[in-house]
């Protein structure tokens, strides 16, 4: 069954202290593992698509990384604005459903 | 700036009420979905459609119907809703084949059922 995991649940830091959010995901023939960022009260808004193993991308203080089993989400130096529940989604050869994790909610004290 | 609207942020109905919630999409995106979010238990699908009037079901489809009778609007019907229907639904959209680009979401709909 394909499964999408994320952990930690939740992740405390102080700014400026650089971190790795992580997914773990279980899919039949991977088409591409995204990662979205979701502010309290809205939808989720897109950062990333990662296609295959080795790939990095890189926004602002953000860094995603693929593995065959894992991707990562690191923060380099956060800031509060930083704040926010960060969701990874995996979408394989299945059809058109993308599974998505219960998200990591991260929270940058100043 | 490519848009998901959807129609509410805030309903609040009754149980057994026949509620109807609105997403347009302005990206002429051919895939368009709606998700339940619940706490704990993530993002699940409920229908998806790619293209006008084709429909399928996702995970979740029982107390569910969906309209696509334009490219643009994509309709979630709650038949007869009930108190565990309360959540935030959240409407998206992809270009062609789902699997290479990330959805476009909207701002949500928090339905509560009393």
């Known amino acids: 069954e394909d499964q999408v995991t994320q952990s930690p649940e939740a992740l405390r830091l102080q700014e400026g202290e650089s971190s790795s959010l992580n997914c773990s995901y279980t899919?039949?023939?991977?088409?591409?593992l995204f990662w979205y960022r979701q502010d309290p009260g809205k939808g989720p808004e897109f950062l990333f698509t990662l296609y295959s193993a080795g790939e990095e991308k890189e926004k602002e203080r953000l860094k995603a990384t693929l593995t065959k089993k894992e991707s990562f989400l690191h923060i380099t130096a956060p800031k509060p604005e930083d704040s926010a529940t960060y969701l990874c989604a995996a979408q394989g050869t299945g059809g058109f459903k993308t599974i998505f994790g219960a998200g990591t909610r991260l929270f940058v004290k100043a | 700036d490519v848009k998901v609207t959807q129609s509410s942020r805030y309903l609040v109905k009754r149980t057994g009420e026949k509620v109807f919630l609105e997403c347009v999409q302005d990206m002429d995106h051919e895939n368009m979905f709606w998700y339940r979010q619940d706490p704990g238990l993530g993002l699940r699908l409920i229908y998806f459609s790619y293209d006008v009037k084709m429909k399928e079901k996702g995970d979740i489809p029982e107390g569910y119907s969906v309209s696509r009778e334009k490219k643009e609007r994509f309709s979630l019907i709650l038949e007869s809703a009930s108190t565990n229907q309360t959540s935030m639904y959240l409407c998206a959209s992809t270009p062609g084949t789902g699997g290479y680009y990330g959805y476009t979401f909207g701002s949500g709909t928090r339905l509560t059922v009393v």
């Open positions: 899919v039949s023939g991977l088409r591409g």
